[in-house]
């Protein structure tokens, strides 16, 4: 379940990588997020704290809050 709620044209960066949401495809990504938690804010492309637990992870971004899954 995600907390923060945001529309689709606010991605401007990858959540894993963090290089433009625009510039490529970014398949391995989408492969990886399958499996883990996001590593950076698609709003601001800051390196969030990531914290993983057995009932699922949580991110946080310093400018923008927090977000499960």
Same mark, same amino acid.
């Not at 709620?5 to 991605?11: D, G, K």
């Given at each position: ?10 991605? $401007?960066? #990858?959540? @894993? /990588? ?13 492969? *990886? ?5 996001? $590593?950076? #804010?698609? @709003? /601001? ?13 949580? *991110? ?10």
């Amino acid at each position: 379940m995600t907390e923060l709620v945001e529309p689709a044209t606010a991605q $401007r960066w #990858c959540d @894993r /990588c963090g290089e433009p949401a625009d510039a490529g495809a970014h398949e391995a990504c989408a492969a *990886a997020r399958a499996l883990e938690p996001p $590593r950076y #804010c698609t @709003r /601001c492309r800051r390196r969030m704290k990531v914290q993983v637990v057995p009932t699922g992870w949580s *991110a946080v971004c310093v400018e923008h809050g927090e977000i499960r899954g």
